[in-house]
Nanobody
Framework: QVQLVESGGGLVQAGGSLRLSCTAS????????MSWYRQAPGKQRDLVAA???????NYVDSVKGRFTISRDSAKNTVYLQMNSLKPEDTAVYYC????????WGQGTQVTVSS
């Protein structure tokens, strides 16, 4: 049984920073991709950033230059450093682990006030 636990969300003013963490536990293949998604009220869940077990990362255009995804594979943990936050970044952020299956965390709320 694989479980993902996210932390680090909260309320921040525009221009501020937050760092999200997601730790996976259970039987996890070394070859995997960890990702962050977000879902704003009334909208679909969209990919924000992803990083492979080799360290290759990709980002949605709207966060390039502001967000950085990283991972500590020894700890099965992925991070999302979010800088220069904007009100439009407000959403519930979800962590996903992809191996042979997709596993999701419970989500953490990020609210950016103007």
């Amino acid at each position: 049984q694989v479980q993902l636990v996210e932390s680090g969300g909260g309320l921040v003013q525009a221009g501020g920073s937050l760092r999200l963490s997601c730790t996976a536990s259970g039987s996890i293949s070394r070859l995997n991709t960890m990702s962050w998604y977000r879902q704003a009220p009334g909208k679909q869940r969209d990919l924000v950033a992803a990083i492979t077990s080799y360290g290759s990362a990709n980002y949605v255009d709207s966060v390039k230059g502001r967000f950085t995804i990283s991972r500590d594979s020894a700890k099965n943990t992925v991070y999302l450093q979010m800088n220069s936050l904007k009100p439009e970044d407000t959403a519930v952020y979800y962590c996903k682990l992809r191996t042979n299956w997709d596993y999701w965390g419970q989500g953490t709320q990020v609210t950016v006030s103007s």
